[in-house]
């Protein structure tokens, strides 16, 4: 399960190298336009407001059920993956529905949204009145702070079972690499099986090809791991 980032992008046909990396391991690729994606109408995109973590997973566990039903998957070598709010997508699933996923990596996802929420500059706060607050909750409200950190994998990082990967740039900005390292120490401190790459000079996206390189020997046998699939030395 290859998830986007956004939520507001979508997932389109054309050549992405990233899923052509995945599919040339071995791998069966699933990209999932779910509720909040955007190219499919208001109605579809205004469907995810409060589904964070909820409906908006649903519609992956779906796409993902539609896939074994039709053998295309074992559902027992699955794993899910994605950056952004992808990463956060990959951490729910993990959290929220641990006996789906054989595996799961996030790349600069968040798993705190209360966190995310508090992180933005001030002067910015107002511009993201109909995204961030009005999808995830206004973390100034109680009652909407409480639904956001329940909707937040950190709080449910003990229910995790699946080896995790974490990806992040320690300058990113939109989503605080602590959004990884609390993942990574919570873990840890149960014995866990997580791994954790952190890059020093990147932010939200690697940047540098040297960093991509690393990025994707080490997603490549994360999965070869877990999953059974090829890595570059056998591709």
Do not use: C
């Amino acid at each position: 399960m290859l998830l986007h980032g956004g939520p507001w992008y979508r997932d389109s046909w054309g050549y992405d190298p990233e899923v052509q990396l995945l599919a040339n391991r071995g791998y069966a690729v699933l990209q999932v336009d779910f509720r909040g994606s955007t190219g499919y109408g208001k109605a579809h995109t205004q469907a995810a407001i409060g589904q964070f973590a909820g409906r908006m997973h649903d519609d992956v566990i779906d796409a993902l059920d539609w896939a074994i039903a039709q053998g295309y998957t074992d559902r027992d070598r699955v794993a899910i993956y994605g950056s952004s709010y992808g990463g956060y997508a990959a951490l729910v699933g993990a959290a929220f529905t641990p006996h789906r996923f054989a595996a799961a990596i996030s790349y600069t996802g968040m798993s705190d949204l209360v966190d995310l929420s508090a992180r933005i500059v001030p002067f910015a706060r107002r511009m993201l009145v109909n995204s961030y607050v009005r999808y995830m909750g206004d973390p100034d409200i109680p009652e909407q702070e409480a639904d956001m950190l329940a909707r937040s994998p950190i709080t449910r990082v003990d229910d995790i079972t699946a080896p995790v990967l974490l990806i992040h740039g320690a300058n990113d900005l939109r989503v605080h690499r602590s959004n990884s390292d609390r993942v990574v120490e919570a873990l840890r401190a149960r014995g866990a099986e997580v791994e954790y790459l952190l890059n020093e000079r990147e932010g939200h996206w690697f940047i540098n090809p040297d960093s991509n390189i690393e990025l994707y020997r080490t997603l490549e046998r994360f999965l070869a791991r877990h999953l059974g699939g090829r890595t570059t030395a056998e591709a």
